[in-house]
């Protein structure tokens, strides 16, 4: 593994199913972060964590929630899919999210559809 | 709220042509403004401006903050198709990420 991974590259699912996209890095970042990207709203956070053991909300967290129960793995679970919830979901890691000089290093995204 | 615009949303040229795109942004705590570019898939780190005034350069890309008028520009001189992306402009604000929307740039040969 060179980065971040994320699986699956792509789903479709139905409406109310519960669902977890995986996020691994193998960076050993403290820190890692959840975004959906809609056309027309740009990327938005979902749920952060600063280190492992900790998780917080972001700018649009209803309808998901995280773990964070080691450094490497930060998976995203939505308990009951709506349609709303269709989006490119990226990952994306950082060394340290309180040094103003840390940049986010992304992975290749999953495109979920909820039917 | 922190906000991030980018104009223009789209942009279309011709191999060899020079493109500038903008952002500005209103946030309450600025750490330092980021540029990424985004193919087909993950947005990749172009660069990280903190202090208006200092360009910060890396090929035929440059990019400048200016931090009293709240923006940045993003310069491509001698454009190849290869540059055809969209390019995202994200504000650091201490807290997290804004993102614009980004600009959708077309390179025609």
């Known amino acids: 593994i060179a980065g971040i991974t994320q699986a699956p590259t792509s789903q479709i699912l139905a409406a109310g199913r519960r669902m977890t996209l995986r996020c691994t890095q193998d960076?050993?970042?403290?820190?890692m972060y959840w975004y959906r990207q809609d056309l027309g709203l740009g990327l938005r956070l979902i749920h952060y964590?600063?280190?492992?053991?900790?998780?917080g909300k972001g700018e649009v967290p209803d309808g998901y929630s995280v773990s964070r129960a080691n450094t490497d793995d930060f998976p995203l679970t939505l308990a009951s899919a709506v349609p709303s919830q269709t989006s490119v979901y990226f990952c994306?890691?950082?060394?340290?999210?309180?040094?103003?000089?840390?940049?986010?290093?992304f992975g290749p995204g999953t495109r979920l559809t909820v039917l | 709220e922190d906000k991030v615009v980018q104009s223009p949303l789209s942009l279309v040229v011709h191999e060899g042509d020079t493109v500038t795109l903008n952002c500005s942004y209103e946030v309450t705590n600025f750490r330092s403004l980021l540029w990424y570019k985004q193919e087909k898939k993950a947005p990749t780190f172009l660069f990280m401006l903190t202090s208006s005034g200092i360009e910060k350069k890396s090929g035929r890309l440059s990019s400048i903050l200016d931090k009293k008028e709240l923006f940045s520009i993003l310069n491509i001189t001698a454009t190849q198709t290869g540059d055809s992306a969209v390019y995202l402009c994200a504000v650091d604000s201490g807290s997290r990420l804004t993102f614009g929307e980004g600009t959708q740039l077309t390179v025609n040969p």
């Open positions: 994306a890691s950082s060394e340290d999210r309180f040094y103003s000089t840390d940049t986010q290093y």
């Open positions: 960076m050993r970042h403290n820190a």
């Open positions: 964590s600063n280190t492992a053991g900790t998780t």
